[in-house]
């Protein structure tokens, strides 16, 4: 499955299928123990993705690429960034626009379509926090190929690291019931995402960064550098 195959299908799941469970798991409302354990390890990701930016990003232009219910957007925008929010997901997006705290409203440009759009400008920084974890290798090096090509000083994202556990227990499996699974996930060892960007012809380094791993959840920061 190519690229516009898989945007095409996460954009049904978490337009259509899951954009309420994904409203509630992003919420402070109570959820299952193995939910809320999911919900922990990403706020831990979440917190060691923005620890990457500049301690000052005041006026910076920031992607949340794949912003979902704009956690991120809204912890960025706080800090005084400029941040374009942009999902596949209308209906997260109409989430996301209602978390950002009025007062941080006017820093932020939410717009619901592809990531990859290019009229939605260039960045100082792009941040992917789970958002790339359904392509292939060779897709996230186009993406990110795409998007480096837009930004100043970073791109930081994390994929799903292939490890035993993810593949025997990842909440595809366990996590929603059977008629609510989301779109497979594909675990990746970075030397795959380094081949690929390779041969996608990036030039950035990519540096590994924190692997989350709690309950149900676990993810791996990368993050790519001129
Ligand atoms: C697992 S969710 C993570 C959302 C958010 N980054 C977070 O951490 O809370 C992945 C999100 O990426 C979005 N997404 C996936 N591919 C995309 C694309 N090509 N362009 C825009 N959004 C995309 C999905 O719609 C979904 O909201």
Redesign the pocket.
């Known amino acids: 499955m190519g690229?516009a195959d898989?945007?095409d299908r996460?954009?049904h799941?978490?337009?259509r299928t899951a954009s309420k469970t994904?409203e509630r798991l992003?919420s402070d409302a109570p959820v299952s123990r193995i939910r809320q354990t999911v919900r922990e390890g990403?706020d831990a990701?979440?917190a060691a993705l923005l620890a990457r930016l500049p301690a000052d990003i005041r006026g910076l232009r920031v992607l949340?690429?794949?912003?979902?219910?704009?956690?991120?957007t809204a912890a960025m925008a706080a800090r005084g960034a400029e941040v374009v929010a942009?999902?596949?997901?209308a209906s997260?997006i109409e989430v996301a626009r209602t978390r950002v705290p009025v007062a941080d409203l006017r820093r932020v440009t939410f717009h619901a379509?592809?990531?990859?759009?290019p009229g939605l400008g260039r960045f100082d920084h792009v941040?992917?926090?789970?958002?790339?974890?359904?392509?292939r290798a060779g897709d996230i090096a186009l993406?990110l190929a795409q998007l480096a090509a837009r930004t100043k000083a970073s791109v930081v994202f994390?994929v799903a690291p292939r490890t035993p556990a993810l593949t025997a227990m990842w909440w595809a499996g366990k996590l929603f019931p059977r008629s609510d699974r989301?779109p497979a996930i594909v675990p990746h060892a970075e030397a795959d995402i380094a081949g690929a960007l390779r041969a996608a012809g990036v030039t950035w380094r990519l540096r590994p960064g924190t692997r989350v791993a709690r309950g149900f959840y676990i993810s791996q920061a990368m993050e790519l550098v001129p």
């Open positions: 690229y898989t945007r996460l954009e799941y978490f337009d994904w992003t990403r990701m979440r949340d690429a794949g912003c979902g219910t704009g956690a991120a942009v999902d596949i997901s997260l379509g592809d990531m990859l759009d941040l992917a926090m789970d958002s790339l974890i359904h392509y993406m994390t989301s």
